[in-house]
């Protein structure tokens, strides 16, 4: 199994609560069925980050690591056979500008990160 995860932070000037907004707006899961139809994806995975005390523990036990992300952003594939043809079209270019556009919103883009994982099954 393949797996994109993006990790996200809020935009500075953005407070939790804007960001939880935007993040639940129907417009932002429309968006991301259009990511999954349009490459095949067979599941995604969109969560928010808890405002829970045991988060500030975890940064505590880990020498004052990074403040966690604000959400995470998921989607999956059972294998990556047609996946680097799709992300190189044309068409899947319009639609991650489309996404992109959106998440400048509320997103710190230079403080996220994406990647592709392997999941072994």
């Known amino acids: 199994m ?30 991301i069925g259009r990511v999954m139809t349009y490459t095949g994806a067979t599941g995604h995975v969109k969560d928010l980050t808890l405002m829970v005390e045991a988060n500030v523990l975890m940064r505590e036990w880990r020498g004052g690591a990074a403040l966690p992300f604000d959400g995470v952003l998921e989607y999956s594939w059972k294998n990556a056979s047609q996946l680097h043809s799709v992300l190189n ?33």
């Open 89 to 121: 079209s044309e068409q899947c270019g319009v639609l991650m500008q489309a996404m992109l556009e959106y998440q400048k919103q509320f997103v710190d883009l230079e403080h996220s990160c994406a990647f592709f994982t392997e999941a072994k099954e």
């Open 2 to 31: 393949i797996r994109f995860i993006n990790c996200v932070r809020r935009r500075a000037d953005i407070s939790s609560e804007e960001f939880r907004q935007f993040w639940n707006d129907p417009k932002f899961d429309a968006l």
